[in-house]
């Protein structure tokens, strides 16, 4: 039972364009959603996560909405650059020190 | 501040052997979890560690096994190599205790073929 998740699995966007990415979860207790970018032959990298206790956050070119009633999450990357292109994967922890669920990814690739 | 980091970077092993990964996990930190990415998929977690204690295990056999030591760094042991165990390896570490514990600081991974 995956209990994240994730979509698009794959995303093509233009330069200088917004990209979009989706995620839903099960698990009402999840109190705590990080977003994690990804290159090849590198770990995970956080990237910028929320809490249940706001509705949007914001860092940068970087921007988590959160919907609690819909359990839903999304991350959007505004002015996306080449640079951006990697695999972004949502997660999800039902508290402080407890396992990371991830979501299946999105392989992001920003064409000039 | 150091990052967590993680040796070997690649290994190669036959069907049936033993392996062990090695991780450090960033200054400050007394948690390590660990992690388990098949190709094109995300990371499953393995167990965790929290001050030298395991602190949480995922769906994962017995022949995963870990350590962690007084200084906070850990090891994952694989034994009975299968295939289907040929992934890429991620060290996690994190805070014990505080907001701050939510945000798991990953190293690069160890890529593992078994073959």
């Known amino acids: 039972q995956q209990q994240v998740k994730q979509s698009p699995q794959s995303l093509i966007v233009q330069k200088g364009g917004i990209s979009i990415i989706n995620c839903a979860y099960e698990?009402?207790?999840?109190?705590?959603f990080p977003w994690y970018q990804q290159f090849p032959g590198k770990g995970p990298a956080l990237l910028i996560a929320i809490r249940p206790d706001v509705s949007e956050k914001k860092e940068g070119r970087f921007t988590i909405s959160f919907n609690k009633s819909a359990k839903q999450f999304s991350l959007h990357i505004m002015d996306s650059q080449p640079g951006d292109s990697a695999t972004y994967f949502c997660a999800a922890s039902v508290s402080g020190n407890t396992p990371l669920v991830f979501g299946k990814g999105t392989r992001l690739s920003v064409i000039a | 501040e150091t990052g967590v980091t993680q040796s070997p970077t690649h290994l190669i092993k036959t069907r049936g052997q033993q392996v062990t990964l090695r991780c450090s996990s960033q200054?400050?930190?007394?948690?390590v979890s660990w992690y388990q990415q098949a190709l094109g998929q995300g990371p499953q977690f393995i167990f965790q560690y929290y001050r030298e204690e395991e602190n949480g295990r995922g769906n994962f056999p017995p022949r995963f096994s870990g350590l962690q030591f007084p200084n906070y760094s850990s090891e994952l042991n694989v034994n009975a190599l299968e295939l289907d165990d040929s992934a890429l390896y991620l060290c996690?570490?994190?805070?014990?205790?505080?907001?701050?514990?939510?945000?798991?600081?990953f190293g690069p991974g160890t890529r593992l073929t078994v073959t």
């Open positions: 996690a570490s994190s805070l014990g205790r505080g907001l701050s514990s939510y945000e798991q600081y």
């Open positions: 698990n009402t207790a999840f109190d705590y």
């Open positions: 200054s400050g930190h007394n948690t």
